[in-house]
Every structure is written in C-alpha cells, then in structure tokens.
C-alpha cells in the first residue's frame, strides 16, 4: 500500500530549462494538490486537481508553471525556463474524494534547486 | 482570507517533559478544519493530529493532543512525555469547509529541539 509517490526527489536545472515533477496519489485517492515550501518558510498552496481537471489554480505563477493530471499516469507539475527563485521543495499531496477532514498524505517532496 | 499564526519560530524541551506549540488561526467561516504536521530534517511531512469546528472534545492520537479554544480561536499542540524523535519543525494548518476550496493554509512553522 504505496503512498503518494514523487520523483525525482533532487533535481537540478540550469537557468532557462524546464522542470518536470511527478507525483503519483495514493491508490484510491483521486485529489491531488501540489504546494511549493520556499526555505525557511511553511507551504503554499499551488494548486488542486482530480483527474482531467483543475479544480482550484489560485496559487499558481502566472507565467511559466503548469500542472495536469491525465486520466492516466501521474500528475505532473510543469516549470518551463527556471529562474534561480523557483529553487524549493514541492511537495504533492493525495485525498479520497469528499473527505474534508482528511489530512492528506503528502509525499516526500521534490527538492528543485536551479543553478 | 485564512490565516494561521505560529509565534515561537523556535522551542526546546527536556526528554520526557511535555511541550506546547503554540497556533492561533482566523477566519470568518464557521466551519473549518486544523491540523498539525511533523517535517524532520528528512524533509517529508507527516499528519499528526486533526480537530473539526464543530468538534465538542479536543482531539487526542497517542501522545499528541490538540488544545482547542474556539473563543481564542488557538489550537495548540501538546506533546507528552517527549522524545528525541520528536526533534523537528511543526506546522499548524487550516482548511475552511465552506466555499475554501480544499486547500490548507499553514504557518511558517515552529522548530522544537528534545534535549537529554
């Protein structure tokens, strides 16, 4: 009983590449969030999907980040041409649906540092 | 707007002595949710505890429990009998139930040190 999976754990980019995060939920959980831990500082919402759907963006840069989650596979958490403050933790974070007392499970967190 | 304030950035404690973390929070909507997280040094974050609005009795798992005081609007954290496995940073957190969304929104956080 896997749980919220995300890969890579470390990345590193080069100024004006892409970032590509993936997080895989829970099984049986069908909403995913994802929130960006700058350091030395708590997490901030980005966004909040179930499958197909975005259903609350409200966090989210509004230039260069993106995010999906497909039908199939994992969702994925876009930054196209990283600048040197995109550098954090991004952590996913999985629920069954209609559980508002849930606390989530969230996974380990990607650690994005671009140099 | 929800906000959540945690004041003390940094706590120590003795082993085996209980701690308070502190977190009050506000908001305007009558029901919400409050939740407390572990994040060790590892970097992961973990689900401690969570209490509803509408709640009658403070929430309690193992050795953590959750001082509720509507009125003051605080839901602190109690940590009996500490360990040193218990050295981490602690985030207080909020998701209104009503038109929030499903977001949480977290303070920045308090770093509690269990000494010997």
């Known amino acids: 009983n896997a749980g919220v999976m995300q890969n890579p754990r470390h990345l590193v980019r080069r100024r004006g590449q892409e970032a590509r995060l993936r997080c895989s939920p829970m099984k049986g959980h069908s909403h995913v969030y994802w929130y960006r831990q700058l350091p030395e500082e708590g997490l901030k919402f980005m966004v909040y999907l179930q499958k197909e759907n975005i259903i609350d963006e409200s966090g989210m840069p509004k230039e260069r980040f993106s995010a999906e989650f497909p039908k199939e596979g994992p969702s994925i958490l876009r930054i196209q041409q990283v600048v040197r403050g995109d550098s954090a933790a991004y952590f996913c974070?999985?629920?069954?649906?209609?559980?508002?007392?849930?606390?989530?499970?969230f996974g380990s967190g990607t650690r994005l540092t671009v140099v | 707007a929800q906000k959540i304030t945690q004041t003390q950035p940094g706590m120590f404690v003795q082993e085996k002595e209980a701690v308070t973390l502190d977190c009050t929070y506000d908001t305007s909507d009558p029901s919400y949710g409050l939740f407390w997280y572990k994040q060790p040094s590892s970097g992961e974050m973990i689900f401690l505890i969570y209490?509803?609005?509408?709640?009658?009795q403070n929430a309690t798992e193992g050795r953590y429990s959750l001082n509720f005081q509507k009125a003051r609007k605080s839901a602190n954290l109690v940590i009996s009998a500490s360990q040193l496995g218990d050295s981490a940073m602690y985030f207080c957190?909020?998701?209104?139930?009503?038109?929030?969304?499903?977001?949480?929104?977290f303070g920045t956080g308090t770093q509690l040190k269990v000494e010997l």
């Open positions: 974070a999985s629920s069954p649906q209609g559980r508002a007392d849930y606390g989530y499970t």
């Open positions: 957190a909020m998701r209104v139930l009503t038109g929030g969304g499903n977001k949480l929104t």
């Open positions: 209490q509803g609005s509408y709640d009658q």
